[in-house]
């Protein structure tokens, strides 16, 4: 009888995760949409005061990048339910703090109104979030949750298409979101039945 309640928590908890990397992945589309096109057809300034409306859109674009891609990586995480293990782990507590790290900092340019430089701290925790992935991606490789070619290409795309994309580089990470959107449902309907 036990076993049966905790199936069935389990069932509504994994649901409401679900729904809650949907929402979240969905505001992330949103994000990546404009950022795209703000850094594909406008100008903007490359270092120090922002001149243009563009300026501002590039970088508040980082917020909630960052805050999704923190959302998406604990749901993923807590939906493996530990059998992630320690690379999982590491990898989501490594890249929330490397990407909370990122929103502040575009927080700050945008509330001064320039591109504010804290050292090299927006190039490390970039490629930080890129290792923090591939350590969960790793880590997941083995519960099955997620399709390991998708796994792989995670980290990757997160990388181009995020925190160093340019261009229609975010586009890549729109499709990469979509494909979440689709698969993780489908996975965690298929382990429940």
Known sequence: MATTATAIDTGTTDARLVRVVRVALSIGIVALVGFAIVSTFWTTVDGGEFKYA???WY????VPMA???IVHAFAVHKLQHGRDGALGAIGTWLYAVACAELAVQCAASVLAGAELRWGPTYVLCSFLTFIALA???AGSWRTGLLPKWLLGLWPVVWLLGSFFA????PLLLVALYV???IVLPRRIAQRSS
Request: proline share 5%; net charge negative.
């Open 54 to 56: 563009a300026d501002y």
């Open 59 to 62: 970088t508040a674009a980082g």
């Open 67 to 69: 805050l999704v891609g």
């Open 135 to 137: 350590l969960l991606a």
């Open 166 to 169: 340019i261009g229609p580089g």
């Open 179 to 181: 494909v979440f959107m």
